[in-house]
């Protein structure tokens, strides 16, 4: 007489009611929904080496310096670089183009010339980019401090700083000069126009020069700013 052995019926599992089947390697717990808390989780498990960060977040303290998607600030500080290149661009022409090309003219052809470039420059797309510049830049310092500062906060303050160099030298220097050149009245009537010409043209060189080279370093530093925005988000 031969003995049956009969085998147990193996687990069912998947069904209704018994434990629920988990690979053996699986961790035994429910994956978060957020992909935030869910990389938390695999970083924790695994090491963060091994387990990138999702797109668009970084750690708590990048997201309060400047990090995260884009928004506003973005905005402004992209319009703050753009109009500061816009002034650079025209103080840089001034030093290799506008005034080496005046300088080879005559006294009273420099004169007229320069005076009449200083009443047409004075229109409202040079004044937007001129003070919307310094506007825009110290708007985005301000909506960056209220994120909490960072890297990002100080390459903004540093640019705005340096514009301001700029600002403070053409208000203070350029225009003076400028308006001394104004007032020496039509150049055919100057008595001693190389002695007006000798009194405004080098000054105003330098002091263009220590605008151009100030701006163009501001742009850098807001660049570099717009790169860390870019680095976080």
Same mark, same amino acid.
């Given at each position: ?68 998607k884009r928004d506003a600030l973005d905005i402004v500080l992209v319009a703050a670089t753009v109009a ?9 022409a001034f030093s290799v183009a506008v005034m080496p090309g005046l300088g080879a003219t005559d006294d ?19 004044? /937007?980019?001129?003070?919307? $510049?310094?506007?825009?830049? !110290?708007?985005? #310092?301000?909506?960056? *401090?209220? @994120?909490? =500062? ?9 640019g705005l700083g340096l514009y301001t160099l700029g600002l403070v030298t053409t208000m203070g220097f ?37 605008? /151009?080279?100030?701006?163009? $370093?501001?742009?850098?530093? !807001?660049?570099? #700013?717009?790169?860390? *925005?870019? @680095?976080? =988000?």
């Amino acid at each position: 007489m031969t003995a049956t052995h009969d085998s147990p019926a193996p687990q069912q599992t998947y069904l209704t009611g018994g434990p629920a089947y988990r690979h053996p390697e699986q961790p035994n717990h429910q994956q978060p929904a957020d992909p935030w808390s869910r990389w938390t989780q695999r970083r924790d498990e695994y090491g963060q080496e091994h387990i990138p960060a999702p797109s668009g977040r970084g750690s708590g303290a990048e997201a309060a310096a400047g990090g995260g998607k884009r928004d506003a600030l973005d905005i402004v500080l992209v319009a703050a670089t753009v109009a500061m290149g816009l002034i650079a661009g025209v103080y840089y022409a001034f030093s290799v183009a506008v005034m080496p090309g005046l300088g080879a003219t005559d006294d009273r052809t420099f004169i007229g010339a320069m005076q009449q470039i200083n009443v047409k420059i004075e229109n409202p797309l040079f004044f /937007a980019s001129f003070f919307g $510049a310094f506007g825009l830049s !110290l708007a985005a #310092a301000i909506m960056q *401090r209220k @994120r909490g =500062g960072g890297q990002v906060f100080k390459m903004i303050v540093i640019g705005l700083g340096l514009y301001t160099l700029g600002l403070v030298t053409t208000m203070g220097f350029n225009i003076p000069l400028n308006n001394g050149l104004k007032d020496a009245g039509d150049p055919a009537a100057i008595a001693d126009p190389a002695h007006v010409r000798d009194t405004f043209e080098n000054p105003w060189l330098v002091w263009n020069a220590v605008r /151009a080279l100030a701006s163009t $370093a501001a742009i850098g530093f !807001l660049g570099w #700013a717009l790169v860390l *925005r870019g @680095r976080r =988000g």
